[in-house]
């Protein structure tokens, strides 16, 4: 009966740490930054698109799917794309085309959660 409390004990201390470190989340593609990092910025933002990191390389948002879906994920992109001047030009599978002064560049997103979206911008793009 000693070793089941032990057994109970172990598997309740796991379980908290799982949950509170938030690692039942799938990996990021992102070194610089955890999955409890993640989700604690998203979920303190009154921003839709939260910068996660940034490098020499890209930069890396997340967004909250709405109940508009895949759709709003694509306007906000379209929105900070214009707001640097760079026009839309079309999407195709998870990449969003876009041209500045003759230069195309690709916004390319990817499902992390069935929650949440990761948004890899290009590193020339923002500064």
Do not use: C
């Not at 998203?42 to 990191?53: A, G, W």
């Not at 948002?61 to 709003?72: C, D, E, L, P």
């Amino acid at each position: 009966m000693k070793k089941l409390g032990i057994l109970v004990a172990l598997l309740s201390v796991g379980a908290i740490i799982i949950f509170s470190n938030k690692i039942y989340y799938p990996s990021l593609p992102i070194d610089s930054i955890t999955q409890k990092e993640a989700i604690r910025k998203i979920n303190t933002s009154s921003n839709d698109l939260v910068e996660l990191s940034k490098d020499h390389n890209a930069t890396w948002y997340i967004t909250a799917i709405s109940t508009m879906g895949i759709q709003k994920v694509d306007a906000d992109i379209q929105q900070l794309m214009e707001n640097e001047g760079w026009v839309f030009l079309e999407k195709e599978g998870s990449g969003l085309f876009f041209e500045k002064n003759e230069e195309r560049t690709i916004i390319t997103t990817e499902m992390w959660t069935k929650q949440y979206v990761l948004i890899q911008v290009p590193a020339p793009i923002k500064q």
